[in-house]
C-alpha cells in the first residue's frame, strides 16, 4: 500500500528547516516529494503546499507531520 500526503505549509521561510529535519528522518519510507507554492508578481508567496509519496510506515509518518502541519491522506 503507498499513500500521497499534501501538506500545507503556512509560512515556508520559518517551516523549511523543521519540515526537512522530519522529511530525512522519514526518507526511507518517501519515494516522491514534490513542493509548490505560488510566485508572485514581486516575490514568492511564502505559504506552499508539499506532495509526498510515502511507501512504508505510513501512519507514522502521518502522525508524525500531522503534530506540526495540516496533513491530507489519500491511500491507494
Do not use: P
Not at 10 to 33: L, P, W
Amino acid at each position: 500500500m503507498s499513500a500521497i500526503m499534501g501538506i500545507l505549509l503556512d509560512n515556508r521561510v520559518e517551516e523549511a528547516v523543521k519540515f526537512q529535519e522530519i522529511v530525512t528522518e522519514c526518507g526511507c519510507n518517501i519515494r516522491t516529494r514534490i513542493g509548490l507554492h505560488n510566485i508572485g508578481e514581486y516575490k514568492c508567496i511564502n505559504n506552499g503546499i508539499i506532495l509526498l509519496e510515502v511507501v512504508s510506515n505510513i501512519n507514522e509518518v502521518y502522525d508524525t507531520l500531522s503534530k506540526h502541519w495540516q496533513v491530507q491522506i489519500m491511500r491507494f
